[in-house]
Antibody, heavy 121, light 107 residues
Framework: EVQLVESGGGLVQPGGSRRLSCAAS????????MSWVRQAPGKGLEWVSV???????YYADSVKGRFTISRDNSKNTLYLQMNSLRGDDTAVYYC???????????????WGQGTLVTVSS | SSELTQDPVVSVALGQTVRITCQGD??????ASWYQKKPGQAPILVIY???NRPSGIPDRFSGSTSGDTASLTITGAQAEDEADYYC??????????FGGGTKLTVL
């Protein structure tokens, strides 16, 4: 069974750092398009980052230069390193496995349950 | 980056048909995928590509595109379909983009 389990959320002070993890089972992260999507309280879904099978990455303008997506193939785990956190980064962060085709672009197919990151003093 | 615009709120009577729309220039060239999102739950992919449903998604869900507008149609809406729905597509630089979401109320 394909499964994604996020961890690493919690309360962080503004300006602080946090690393989110997404442990995958039932498939290999290295062979898939993987992403992070977030949802701030009362807001819609927002793209954060995508890592392609060939390690090409995408970052939303709102996190570019502050967040880094990576994966550890030996642990079959996806990560999101978040630095210089701000209040508007407060959100539930979802890890997702997706697919890509030219006519649709990248779209997530399987999602984790999410982990809440709260940035507050 | 491109924008995808959705009506914030849509309502439908139980058992009736409802269309949720997503408008954007890039939809003239590319397909939208659609996600159902309920509070406290992970999003679920309900439609992708021209009009494809993942395994387990009821056939009352369908997708279509006309011009710059993609639509998600629910034929015979059920109480459990009450949720937020998001469209997703790509821009000309292959960057992904979500619509702002539509809150569907089933009356």
């Amino acid at each position: 069974e394909v499964q994604l389990v996020e961890s690493g959320g919690g309360l962080v002070q503004p300006g602080g750092s946090r690393r989110l993890s997404c442990a995958a089972s039932g498939f290999t992260v290295s062979n898939n398009y993987m992403s992070w999507v977030r949802q701030a309280p009362g807001k819609g879904l927002e793209w954060v980052s995508v890592i392609h099978r060939g390690d090409t990455t995408y970052y939303a303008d709102s996190v570019k230069g502050r967040f880094t997506i990576s994966r550890d193939n030996s642990k079959n785990t996806l990560y999101l390193q978040m630095n210089s956190l701000r209040g508007d980064d407060t959100a539930v962060y979802y890890c997702a496995r997706g697919t890509y085709d030219f006519w649709s672009g990248y779209f997530p197919v399987v999602w984790g349950q999410g982990t809440l990151v709260t940035v507050s003093s | 980056s491109s924008e995808l615009t959705q009506d914030p709120v849509v309502s439908v009577a139980l058992g009736q048909t409802v269309r949720i729309t997503c408008q954007g220039d890039t939809l003239r060239s590319y397909y939208a995928s659609w996600y159902q999102k309920k509070p406290g739950q992970a999003p679920i992919l309900v439609i992708y590509g021209k009009n494809n449903r993942p395994s387990g998604i009821p056939d009352r869900f369908s997708g279509s595109t006309s011009g710059d507008t993609a639509s998600l149609t629910i034929t015979g809406a059920q109480a459990e379909d009450e949720a937020d729905y998001y469209c997703n597509s790509r821009d000309n630089n292959v960057n992904p983009v979500f619509g702002g979401g539509t809150k569907l109320t089933v009356l």
